[in-house]
């Protein structure tokens, strides 16, 4: 495919750009944190026993698709229970003795928050279980006969682990986790609350339908909500004097080649090579892969997860099948085959 995700308009993760607008957009507060009420529920009660109780919350898993909110949900556990946080991700600790110093430095009770925690490696894994579960580190100084273990207490704290991909976690590791929670794809309304909240805060002048129509096309995504509500701003201060409207939001997103459902060129042409190159399904993931020319990681990860939510694309034994929806949007008639499945 053409793009790299990190130029999609529509793309879950965050842009090179971002950081800056997403820290001030960020909820601080549970109360303030749009939807997902089931999680907000659970995790409340968790963080009133933990408070309540003097100790420290359980270690939390969260998953779900990038740019929904775990990182968010990370630091207002941390802000909820007036505890320190400390953020890094899977990728970037590649060292025992980075970790080593993180665990030794670690605060009482704080948050200690891991990113893409599937792509911790096994020797990291390993060094962090009896710190999770005894609060403590056992640590190989010296190499070769002089080597020896020394054994480190870790101050009590809680890691929160994030993954987009909770399946790729290994067993012992998923299992030290007390609390789990999926994150799922936003409800439009909920993503309006979202576009016009982010809107107060960036003082953008909107009316009601301005903000509903970018809700739609942020394919159930926090992050693509506010990245497109800034993109279609700069659009109305350049041609309508600063107010976002109906009109405006179209015109805008039309420019930006985000249609109605929220679909850019690679979810097009995910779904058409299947529909034209394998007949609609089922096809591999592998093939699929290698026709788009991308890794199989980023379709499973990034491209399917919102297809298959909104009822575009089917995840069968056999492989990867496009429904009827997805004829109809491109103008096409299912085949006998598609509608025999369906
Ligand atoms: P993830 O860690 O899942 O990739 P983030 O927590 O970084 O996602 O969220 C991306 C952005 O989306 C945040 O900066 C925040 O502004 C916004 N956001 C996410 N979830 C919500 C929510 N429930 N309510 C309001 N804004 C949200």
Request: no cysteine; charged share 25%; glycine share 8%.
């Amino acid at each position: 495919m053409a793009l790299e995700d990190s130029e999609r308009m529509v793309s879950g993760s965050m842009l090179p750009d971002e950081q800056q607008d997403e820290y001030s957009l960020r909820p601080k507060r549970l109360a303030e944190f749009i939807g997902q009420q089931k999680v907000k529920d659970n995790l409340s009660i968790s963080i009133q026993a933990a408070r309540a109780r003097g100790e420290v919350l359980d270690h939390v898993l969260l998953y779900g698709p990038p740019g929904l909110g775990k990182t968010t949900l990370a630091s207002i556990i941390a802000n909820e229970l007036g505890v320190a946080f400390q953020a890094t991700s899977g990728p970037v600790i590649d060292d025992k003795k980075d970790l080593a110093a993180i665990l030794s430095n670690v605060e009482k009770f704080q948050i200690f928050f891991i990113d893409e925690i599937h792509r911790l490696n096994t020797q990291l894994e390993e060094l962090l279980y009896p710190a999770l579960e005894d609060f403590r580190i056992d640590y190989v100084v010296g190499q070769g006969p002089g080597a020896r273990t020394v054994q480190l207490n870790v101050a009590p704290f809680t890691l929160v682990g994030a993954t987009t991909r909770a399946g790729l976690l290994s067993a012992p590791l998923r299992s030290r986790f007390g609390i789990v929670h999926r994150i799922d794809f936003y409800t439009a309304e909920e993503l309006g609350i979202i576009v016009r909240r982010s809107a107060d805060i960036l003082q953008v002048p909107m009316d009601r339908e301005g903000s509903e129509e970018i809700a739609r096309r942020s394919r159930g995504t926090p992050r693509i909500a506010n990245r497109l509500l800034r993109r279609v701003r700069d659009y109305a201060e350049v041609k309508a004097e600063g107010r976002i409207t109906l009109s405006v939001a179209r015109a805008a997103l039309e420019m930006l080649e985000v249609d109605h459902y929220g679909f850019d060129e690679v979810d097009r042409k995910l779904l058409l090579t299947i529909i034209e190159k394998y007949g609609g399904g089922p096809v591999g993931v592998n093939t699929l892969a290698a026709s788009l020319s991308e890794e199989v990681d980023a379709i499973e990860e990034i491209y399917e997860p919102f297809l298959i939510q909104i009822g575009f694309l089917h995840r069968t034994p056999r492989g990867r099948v496009a429904t009827p929806l997805a004829f109809q949007y491109f103008g096409l008639k299912p085949n006998s085959a598609q509608n025999a499945l369906f």
